[in-house]
């Protein structure tokens, strides 16, 4: 059970400032203010999510092509000609050269159409392509949700990495009101004899470091900011502190409940980057298949109608209705016999492109279950971390009072206050950071097992 104490600390920077990511409060077009918000947002707009829509769209028109191979081809040809000449010599029947004594000039004109259905009865590459196809656009579509599982990822990374630093940057101003206060006090105390010249002195030096800490927490904040910015593809804006604003997630997630070996085999069935890679495997299969093809005969068929016309000199050109028709049909049938061992090195580049896709798959397997594993141990070492930080800022928080209040009466030196002071902060940092560390590495779990945990972590 949380301490009241701990629960203020850990809400009370909950929302930070009033206006959004995109603009200035007075002109901004899009605000984000919640982790829901910032998924809805990067799916929207993140390139890379972008990037790989456009390519599942492009699987999926390329599937027209494959099983356009069954149909048949048609061809629709027409042709207009005209070619005037001159006739200067001639052979004669003897075989030799003559040359008219009176040139012939005319003209000879034609016109054609000619309209071909072809069809290729045996041709055994058209299955397997049409297969390949298929594996192919679902591997496109599975690389669309692994993006998009990774933009989660990141943006939950990124968020939460914000929310930390505005935490620590919390924690840091708390710290430098609370110099400010021990200041006063060690002055009155000075003006009295009660405390030391060393004293008054240590006071002001840790004043002045505790503003420098603000600066530096300011810094690491604006910074994760425009990380996150970057990661939902939006314009990096004014990210100074109190300019943007960000709700904190309702809880943490429970680690007890995660079993390793359920979850590695959640994984193992329903991680998109696994399901492509198996759908690359079974292309590359499809593959070396219609590469085998090309050793098999091939049977087309075809037909074609024709019309055709010769036109007189002064006939028109024009003439789309020739008067002289034809038909034709053709069985051919082909077989490669010997083709200088390009059918052998294409059999062998399809064989290694699928051993590659299947120990691709494979590495991914083991390196995907070794990180479920591990993102499992530390997600349950950290939820330990977490109860004990809990405690301990707690525990530092009552130590402060009592020495705040024994400082005031006198009854112990400013280092003992100092000590109290910074073991507070150093509680406080070392819970932020172990707070937001797990949520993230949460979000990491999420990415390899391909979904949601639940448990509260967004």
Known sequence: MRSPRVRAILTSLAVLGAAGFMAPRAARAQQVTTLEEALRTALTLNPNVESSSAAAAAATSSRWADWGAFLPTIDLRGSLSQTDFTTVTFVDPTGVSQELEDPITSTRKSSSGSLTFGLALLNPERIANVKAGNRREDAAQYRLTATERTVIRDVKRSYFEALKQNQLLEVSRR???????????????????????????????????????VLDSEDALSRALRQLQVTLGVPVTNTDPGAVELVDVDQVPDARPLEADVLVSNALRANPNLLALQMDREAAGEDLWSAKAAYLPRIDIGYTLG?????????????????????????????????????????????????????????????????????VKELKRRSQRLEILERNVLLAGERLDLAREQYRLGSIPYFNLQQAIDRLTLSEQALFQERYDYL?????????????LGGGAG
Do not use: C, M
């Open 175 to 213: 710290q430098l009101e609370a110099r400010r206060q021990d200041l006063d006090v060690t002055e009155q105390r000075y003006r009295i004899a009660a405390a030391s010249r060393s004293d008054l002195l240590g006071a002001q030096i840790d004043l002045s470091d505790a503003e420098l800490r």
């Open 440 to 452: 993230i590495g949460w979000a990491n779990l999420e990415e390899k097992v391909g979904g949601n």
């Open 307 to 375: 019309r055709s016309k010769e036109l007189g000199r002064d006939e028109s050109l024009f003439d789309f209705s020739p008067a002289n028709t034809s038909d034709g049909f053709v069985i051919q049938g082909s077989w490669s016999l010997f083709s200088g061992f390009t059918r052998k090195r294409q059999t062998a580049q399809a064989d290694r492109a699928q051993r590659q896709a299947a120990a691709q798959l494979t590495a991914e397997q083991l390196q995907i279950e070794k990180d479920v594993r591990d993102l």
